[in-house]
């Protein structure tokens, strides 16, 4: 199953990419307040960045552990989440990329890849997160 939703944000890119990857550890429990983040490894976040990540965004806790795959600076992050669910493991590829869109605004878009997943998945939990997301950053830069 893949799928990529974007939004437009009122801010320029690099302010974005920083809210969104560089301040990945303190942000993303903000924009999807189902998600509790603790970073396993030192250091800012990069490649090799090794999160402990856990939901309850079916009611049930689900836990697992998320590492950056890709980290090009201003441009896109990508992660690898390896979740433990009542269904049994599940692998799931991520990637948020960040792209110019004139006059100071940006393009985001999450990319999510879930090989052992056939069916579509509900776009609605996504399109909250990035709803959330840009009035966060909107609000706060």
Known sequence: MKQSISTVIDRPPDVVFDFVAVDHLRNHPRWDPYMQLRQLTDGPVGVGTRFRRRHTRTGQPVEGTMEVVEF???????????????????????????????????????????????????????????RRMKELIESET
Do not use: W
């Open 72 to 130: 090009e600076v201003g441009r896109s992050m990508g992660v690898i989440i390896h979740e433990a669910t009542p269904n049994g493991p599940l692998e799931v590829h991520s990637r948020i990329v960040v792209e110019p869109a004139g006059k100071g605004r940006t393009t985001v878009t999450i990319h999510l890849n879930i090989p052992a997943m056939d069916a579509t998945m509900d776009p609605s939990a996504v399109e909250a997160s990035l």
